[in-house]
């Protein structure tokens, strides 16, 4: 299981991650550089006391996006990125039920435009479960190293 240090999990909490180093993208710029596939999930959170935003907290597979950082197979090492939808209209979850422990890699991203406004992101894992967020379709994307320093993300095609 990943947790994250005490440390990261408050700054998550308390909306203090550095999102003036954040690159913002269309959820389709974002995918078209970047994939999820064999990232690990860690977490969605949902601040519905004070924004209509929710952060997805991925563990960032370097192997299949080695521009971000060094690809190791030692998933303790590998970048964390935040990826934080706006203006959240609905989540739904569905297929989840218990693998006994094993890490929810991610097989597969979906984006579905509802309106110019409006997307729809189907986020898939290898065990049959789904996360859909419905947003704007622009994106925060924020990577941190395990060691909590900024990598940087490319706003340009590579």
Not at 55 to 64: C, H, K
Request: negative net charge; aromatic residues 8%; contains cysteine.
């Amino acid at each position: 299981m990943f947790l994250l240090s005490a440390n990261l999990a408050h700054r998550v909490l308390d909306g203090c991650l550095p999102w003036e180093r954040s690159v913002e993208l269309h959820i389709d710029d974002f995918l078209e550089r970047y994939t999820l596939h064999d990232s690990i999930w860690i977490g969605l959170l949902t601040d519905c006391a004070f924004e209509d935003a929710s952060i997805a907290v991925i563990r960032f597979d370097p192997v299949w996006n080695s521009s971000v950082s060094t690809p190791t197979s030692v998933c303790a090492d590998w970048p964390l990125l935040f990826l934080r939808f706006k203006s959240v209209t609905a989540i739904n979850l569905s297929g989840f039920r218990n693998i006994e422990g094993i890490q929810r890699g991610i097989s597969s991203v979906n984006v579905e435009h509802l309106s110019d406004e409006e997307a729809r992101t189907v986020i898939n894992d290898h065990y049959g479960a789904s996360v859909s967020v419905q947003h704007f379709p622009l994106v925060e994307a924020l990577v941190l190293s395990p060691g909590e320093s900024v990598l940087e993300l490319s706003k340009s095609p590579s």
